[in-house]
């Protein structure tokens, strides 16, 4: 394999028997190298194989300024990630979380800790990926001695939030769809005087059904309204009055704040699941 670009001392871009490039990182793998010479195959320790050439170009350039161990730990989450979290990942999380990491320890190290205001939210809405930045957290504090705070775990799970979908917002979108969760689940309770019982069935298809609502309003996505929807909607208002009424205070502070025109389904499928979680007050 010859190298096509040295990025530092440690990582250099090479391509693979298929012609596909490839990205080689080790230590001193490029010292002193040039392009167009061998690799030394004895001191790469990780191959990074991007299938979209966008990603990888975007990787290449997290990996010029971010040192290896760092890109290393990234690698080390991701894969726990993959396991923890059961799902396809999109390779975009190389260079989301390669960069957040990097920026992250050069705070800390200059002494600014940020705060996260929806850390016990993300925790409680997304136990698994918070699972994955505590992990995250550890391993920065075995390796490199940085003790980050938990709020930082809040941080990096977001950056696995909706990664499996395309675009470059999904850590933006996922802290908006906590925030909108949260807030609405905030209407509920303060409307009935209660808290919920968070391990319950009820509980977690009303926070699955508010985390796709969530999304349907960052994405301007609306349901279609029809004449058996308006015949369900007058059902549910004599079966449900209390339920019905919270839902349209949901309506209305959404309108309010996000300027979204909530459909009478909307209302409707909420109101259901309101009245799910309430049955037993």
């Known amino acids: 394999m010859q190298i096509k670009r040295v990025l530092n001392n440690n990582a250099v871009i090479s391509e693979n028997h298929s012609g596909v490039e490839v990205l080689l990182m080790g230590s001193g793998i490029a010292w002193n190298k040039k392009r167009g010479q061998d690799v030394d195959i004895s001191k ?4 990074f194989l991007l299938k979209n050439p966008d990603t990888l170009n975007k990787f290449k350039e997290v990996v010029i300024d971010a040192p290896m161990d760092e890109v290393l730990i990234a690698e080390r989450i991701i894969n726990y990630a993959k396991i923890k979290l059961g799902r396809k990942l999109n390779e975009i999380i190389y260079v989301n979380l390669t960069d957040h990491l990097h920026g992250a320890i050069e705070r800390y190290r200059s002494g600014i800790k940020l705060t996260n205001p929806l850390k016990w ?6 136990p698994d990926e918070y699972d994955v930045g ?3 957290v550890e391993l920065v504090k075995r390796k490199l001695g940085i003790d980050f705070l938990d709020d930082e775990a809040a941080f990096i799970a977001l950056s696995f939030l909706d990664v ?25 309770k303060d409307f009935f005087h209660t808290e919920f019982d968070e391990q319950s069935l009820n509980y977690f298809r009303f ?19 029809d004449d058996t ?12 009055p209390k339920a019905l009424t919270c839902a349209q205070q949901v309506h209305d502070f959404i309108q309010r704040k996000y300027r979204f025109t909530i459909s009478d389904q909307e209302v409707m499928y909420l109101t259901v699941h309101i009245a799910r979680l309430v049955k037993n007050l």
């Not at 769809?177 to 807030?183: D, G, L, N, S, Y």
């Not at 929807?229 to 449900?240: G, N």
């Open 207 to 225: 926070i699955t059904h508010l985390k796709f609502f969530a999304q349907r309003i960052l994405t301007d996505t609306h349901y279609p309204d």
């Open 164 to 188: 499996e979908s395309t675009g470059g917002n999904e850590q933006n979108n996922a802290y908006q769809m906590t925030q909108i969760v949260t807030e609405v689940e905030k209407i509920v």
């Open 121 to 126: 939210d993300i925790a409680r809405l997304y």
């Open 229 to 240: 929807d308006r015949e369900l909607m007058e059902s549910l208002s004599r079966r449900y």
């Open 44 to 47: 790469v320790e990780q191959t």
């Open 134 to 136: 505590m992990k995250a």
